[in-house]
């Protein structure tokens, strides 16, 4: 564990948005503007890799590390702290933030108008989403949920395709319905007489004060409510319909993070504060949460057959994949015996490897819609022979995507169904189903695009350069690798999720002491 480098996580979240203060008031020049923020988002990786690496997940070692912490606003009414640290769950969300910043500012090279402008509001969409991951006070926590809505909306509506206001303004609309939920949740947690703290280490805790029954509102409330918040990021069906328009008006950087982790904030909530704040709830309501997971599954298949447009496709390929993390959290409704950590570690798992995979295929489909101008796929075919490194990379996001083993998706995917199976055996198998849907239109939509009839028109097009070469190398590796050596993640993982799983079970064994 590193212990010589203090303020390491402060710096981590907040280093992109010191770049970006020094590009919109010192730096002159697209060129400048453009290096300069390749070279914070590769020290913010790098910073990401050593928070991830200094994570010690040895027996015994402290549940939350390298933390932060110092009074904000301490007055009788709110007593919130500025208060960063990171466990098993939010290291590798933190590692996955950083790489896909990088990539996402290396994927913006080819934009031209208003580049500062531009590179501002990614380096502070970054920022936005560390926060989310490392916060340790609710109220925090909320506070930089809600600043990534700024950057998002300005890089749909300002550089963005098609219906980019509609688009931009539907995706805010559903994120303050959500954000709205999660503030009377909050507020209710802290003025219950017997909380009053927006410490999450504290909430966290097995036993807390929310398990008193002097809570303002109903426990089962605050569960749907905070619930309704990360349903809507995730997203869940029936609350998804914003993101195909969003993915398919935004600029390819735009949909690398929205894809790559913003979705992750509303898995990363789900698995922090309903499975972590609420073990009987979540307990109780997990035929509900599994229900949600099938539907989400299956009915973002089914959609995702009738796509033709490259980037709608791989959105609502989305919601069929980021359902499985629903499925996953499904898994500690075990009728019999002990809740384990497999399914909430495969969706964990979910989180990681649907980032990278769907960072990797909206990266390509970024450089092919440069190259040839259009997303249409009957319109596409044969560029498999043009473009050599750009149809690898597609491929393996592709492959990766259906669940092939060897590459990461598969990891995730069979931790979701092992652990859920025990639970819900008939709404697992049909959760499954999903699999062969994505075997269908991922195999559809690679003959087509890649392998299909030779385009004259698309002869002279080039392959990606140097810069566009290194973020699909870079995440072609995290696929690999982690398909190849799974416990890399898993291990980490498994740590911050064993203390929810213990207090899982203990709710449960109180319940049947209770005779309920």
Same mark, same amino acid.
Request: proline content about 4%; cysteine-free; hydrophobic content about 55%.
């Given at each position: 564990m590193i212990t010589g480098f203090p303020g390491l996580l402060t710096t981590t979240v907040f280093l992109p948005a010191?770049?970006?203060?020094?590009?919109?008031?010192?730096?002159?020049?697209?060129?400048?503007?453009?290096?300069?923020?390749?070279?914070?988002? !590769?020290?913010?990786?790098?910073?990401?890799?050593?928070?991830?690496?200094?994570?010690?997940?040895?027996?015994?070692? $402290? =549940?939350?590390?390298?933390?932060?912490?110092?009074?904000?606003?301490?007055?009788?009414?709110?007593?919130?702290?500025?208060?960063?640290?990171?466990?098993?769950?939010? $290291?590798p969300l933190v590692l996955l933030t950083g790489l896909l910043g990088f990539c996402a500012v290396l994927a913006s090279w080819h934009i031209t108008t208003r580049v500062k402008e531009y590179f501002v509001w990614l380096l502070l969409l970054q920022t936005a989403v560390m926060g989310v991951f490392t916060s340790l006070d609710l109220l925090l926590f909320f506070l930089f949920w809600?600043?990534?809505?700024?950057?998002?909306?300005?890089?749909? #509506?300002?550089?963005?395709?098609?219906?980019?206001?509609?688009?931009?303004?539907?995706?805010?609309?559903?994120?303050?319905?959500?954000?709205?939920?999660?503030?009377?949740?909050?507020?209710?947690?802290?003025?219950?007489?017997?909380?009053?703290?927006?410490?999450m280490t504290q909430l966290l805790e097995p036993g807390s004060m929310l398990n008193s029954a002097n809570v303002v509102l109903p426990l089962g409330l605050l569960f749907w409510l905070f619930f309704v918040a990360f349903a809507i990021k995730l997203p869940t069906w029936p609350l998804h319909t914003w993101l195909p328009d969003a993915h398919t008006d935004a600029p390819t950087a735009a949909s690398v993070m929205?894809?790559?982790?913003?979705?992750? !904030?509303?898995?990363?909530?789900?698995?922090?504060?309903?499975?972590?704040?609420?073990?009987?709830?979540?307990?109780?309501?997990?035929?509900?949460? !599994?229900?949600?997971?099938?539907?989400?599954?299956?009915?973002?298949?089914?959609?995702?057959?009738?796509?033709? *447009?490259?980037?709608r496709l791989i959105a609502y390929s989305s919601v069929s994949h980021m359902g499985l993390v629903l499925v996953g959290i499904g898994s500690v409704g075990i009728v019999a015996g002990e809740v384990t950590t497999t399914g909430l570690n495969g969706a964990a798992m979910q989180l990681f490897t649907h980032g990278t995979v769907t960072g990797l295929l909206f990266l390509s489909v970024g450089l092919i819609y440069e190259r040839t101008?259009?997303?249409?796929?009957?319109?596409?075919?044969?560029?498999?022979? =043009?473009?050599?490194?750009?149809?690898? $990379?597609?491929?393996?996001?592709?492959?990766?995507?259906?669940?092939?083993?060897?590459?990461?998706?598969?990891?995730?995917?069979?931790l979701v169904f092992f652990g859920a199976f025990a639970a819900f055996p008939w709404l697992t198998a049909l959760a499954v189903l999903g699999i062969i849907l994505a075997a269908?239109?991922?195999?559809?939509? #690679?003959?087509?695009?890649?392998?299909?009839?030779?385009?004259?028109?698309?002869?002279?097009?080039? *392959?990606?350069?140097?810069?566009?070469?290194?973020?699909?190398?870079?995440?072609?590796? $995290?696929?690999?690798?982690?398909?190849?050596?799974?416990?890399?993640?898993?291990?980490?993982?498994?740590?911050?999720?064993?203390?929810?799983?213990?207090?899982?079970?203990?709710?449960?064994?109180?319940?049947?002491?209770?005779?309920?």
């Open positions: 010191a770049g970006a203060l020094i590009i919109l008031l010192l730096l002159r020049g697209d060129r400048n503007v453009r290096w300069f923020a390749a070279l914070i988002g !590769m020290a913010d990786l790098a910073l990401a890799v050593l928070v991830f690496l200094g994570f010690d997940r040895t027996d015994g070692a $402290a =549940r939350f590390q390298l933390l932060d912490r110092f009074d904000w606003i301490a007055s009788q009414a709110i007593n919130a702290s500025y208060f960063l640290g990171i466990d098993g769950l939010s $290291a809600e600043l990534e809505l700024l950057p998002m909306y300005m890089l749909i #509506v300002t550089w963005g395709t098609g219906r980019k206001e509609y688009s931009a303004m539907k995706f805010l609309i559903f994120t303050i319905m959500g954000s709205a939920a999660m503030l009377v949740a909050i507020v209710a947690v802290f003025i219950s007489p017997d909380v009053g703290t927006f410490d929205l894809a790559g982790v913003m979705l992750k !904030m509303g898995g990363y909530g789900l698995l922090r504060i309903n499975v972590g704040m609420f073990p009987e709830q979540t307990y109780v309501f997990a035929w509900i949460l !599994m229900g949600l997971g099938v539907i989400s599954v299956l009915y973002g298949g089914v959609v995702t057959l009738r796509q033709t *447009d490259l980037k101008h259009t997303r249409y796929i009957p319109d596409l075919g044969g560029l498999a022979n =043009r473009m050599p490194l750009v149809a690898v $990379a597609f491929l393996i996001a592709g492959f990766a995507s259906l669940g092939l083993p060897g590459l990461s998706g598969f990891v995730s995917e069979i269908g239109y991922i195999l559809w939509m #690679v003959q087509l695009t890649m392998f299909g009839p030779r385009r004259e028109q698309f002869d002279s097009i080039p *392959d990606a350069s140097f810069v566009e070469g290194v973020p699909l190398v870079l995440m072609i590796i $995290a696929i690999v690798g982690v398909g190849i050596y799974p416990s890399v993640l898993t291990d980490v993982f498994k740590s911050g999720l064993e203390p929810m799983v213990a207090a899982i079970n203990d709710a449960i064994n109180n319940q049947l002491a209770a005779g309920r």
